[in-house]
């Protein structure tokens, strides 16, 4: 293997790592990355850390602003709204593409995963429970089979993940999700497309008004 693909795995991990943080709430909205700190943590050499700050910006993870550094993005109600209409349209069709197609096996994972969520919503664990949140959306939209729905959601739903931990009652939420979710992962299995679009969207408003309610 050459030193270029070898480096070139490096700067992709780093990314994935740090993008990792983001989602999971570890490194918080409005948070600053000090650059020193997290060349520590990950145990790399600067230029990966410099390269994963650079593509994190691009897709909207980070912003870099003058004499202050690189933060991880806050969000305004515009923003939180604008986001919620695209996730909106794209997990609308998401779902009915999962409905045309899922398997048994696409089912039981689903369910897996929702258990998960719940079992973490139980014993207060907000980190795991963030992380099984976004891991639902995301298999929703691998059920879909449709890779460029997929490719965007990494622009959408995503970034909503840190802002959902600042939710009034988030453990209260997280259980009327878990019934969002088993409503949404019924409809599938039934192949009934209207009503999984339907409890999606339920699913997302509910969703949306908690996030502006705690801003």
Do not use: W
Not at 67 to 92: A, N, P, W, Y
Not at 119 to 130: L, W, Y
Not at 187 to 199: F, L, T, Y
């Amino acid at each position: 293997m050459s030193r270029a693909i070898v480096y070139e795995s490096l700067v992709d991990k780093t990314y994935d790592e740090i993008k990792r943080m983001i989602l999971s709430g570890e490194l918080k909205a409005g948070e600053r990355l000090r650059f020193k700190e997290m060349v520590e943590r990950l145990e790399v050499s600067p230029t990966p850390i410099k390269l994963a700050f650079t593509r994190l910006e691009k897709e909207g993870f980070v912003v870099s602003i003058p004499h202050r550094g690189t933060m991880v993005c806050e969000f305004s109600q515009k923003d939180i709204l604008e986001i919620f209409q695209i996730r909106e349209s794209l997990e609308t069709l998401a779902v009915s593409l999962a409905a045309d197609c899922a398997s048994v096996k696409d089912i039981a994972l689903l369910r897996t995963i929702n258990k998960l969520y719940k079992q973490a919503i139980d014993e207060k664990d907000m980190k795991k429970a963030t992380e099984q949140d976004f891991y639902f959306h995301e298999t929703l939209y691998k059920i879909s089979e449709n890779k460029r729905l997929h490719k965007l959601m990494n622009f959408s739903n995503v970034h909503l993940v840190s802002i959902a931990e600042k939710s009034n009652d988030f453990f209260g939420n997280g259980k009327i999700y878990f019934e969002n979710h088993a409503a949404i992962i019924d409809a599938i299995e039934k192949h009934d497309a209207k009503e999984a679009q339907n409890n999606i969207q339920a699913h997302l408003t509910y969703a949306f008004h908690q996030i502006l309610d705690a801003k």
